[in-house]
């Protein structure tokens, strides 16, 4: 299965539909206890279920400043309310949590400052793996690439942004992988997350979609033909997207996104 997991072109596990935000106003949004999966009592319970409020989190099912109810989370899913506190312990630690003392736990907002930090440490360590590739890469590996590149575009046309975005974290995951820097990569997924839910709040944009894609393929060109100096300045451009999409939807979006 983790085989499988690291082929880009690899099937991808259906993402959870997420609510349309664009319309959504202040104070409402999910309740206390978003529907999460059971969690499988074999294994280990908190990380289950810090991966299932993660992702709610960062899809928007839950949106920002939405209250967590350990006591309904543990009901919900039949666990004591010791490991639904430890994740969102490590969510706190990620700055998607923010917990209150005497109030409790509410999602926390899209701070301007966290993307912004979180994107400069992106864009730093990206750019550095997209020149180390460039004309570095084996035959196989953009066989991947481009393969994933064209269920990308499938997606693009069916307006799959759920599979888009597992096919974007697929892709960025991939070339940190073949550059032999998976350490690199794991850095980049704890703090990306700050960047995740602009992403997702802007991928209903027009167009946004299609020119996040002709972006991975300028990448790719770049890096297949060893132009270093290119295949970093399109890997810069493309971090950078996230920027100026958490800057207009602040100007839609304040009761969500805050400086």
């Not at 020149?131 to 393969?147: D, I, N, V, Y």
């Not at 550059?179 to 167009?207: F, H, N």
């Not at 033909?225 to 304040?254: I, P």
């Amino acid at each position: 299965m983790e085989e499988k997991r690291r082929k880009l072109g690899a099937a991808i596990p259906d993402a959870p539909s997420s609510a349309t935000v664009l319309d959504i106003g202040p104070g409402a949004g999910s309740p206390a206890a978003p529907a999460l999966e059971p969690v499988n009592p074999r294994l280990p319970i908190a990380p289950q279920i810090y991966e299932r409020l993660r992702r709610a989190i960062t899809t928007l099912i839950v949106l920002p400043s939405e209250a967590l109810s350990e006591k309904e989370l543990s009901l919900q899913l039949g666990v004591s309310r010791t490991p639904v506190r430890e994740a969102l312990i490590r969510l706190a630690d990620e700055g998607l949590v923010d917990i209150l003392p005497q109030r409790g736990s509410f999602v926390a907002p899209i701070r301007l400052r966290d993307v912004e930090e979180a994107q400069f440490i992106r864009e730093s360590l990206e750019v550095a793996v997209a020149r180390r590739l460039a004309g570095h890469c084996s035959p196989r590996f953009l066989g991947e690439l481009k393969l994933n590149l064209a269920r990308q575009e499938s997606a693009v046309v069916e307006r799959d942004r759920d599979l888009f975005m597992e096919l974007d974290e697929a892709f960025h995951r991939g070339l940190c992988e073949e550059a032999g820097l998976s350490k690199s990569w794991r850095v980049i997924q704890s703090v990306k997350l700050q960047m995740d839910r602009v992403r997702y709040l802007s991928l209903p944009e027009p167009g946004h979609l299609d020119v996040l894609l002709a972006q991975h393929r300028q990448i790719t060109q770049a890096i297949e033909a060893g132009e270093t100096d290119e295949a970093g300045r399109h890997m810069s451009a493309h971090l950078k997207e996230v920027l100026g999409s958490a800057n207009l939807l602040r100007q839609k979006l304040a009761h969500l996104i805050e400086k």
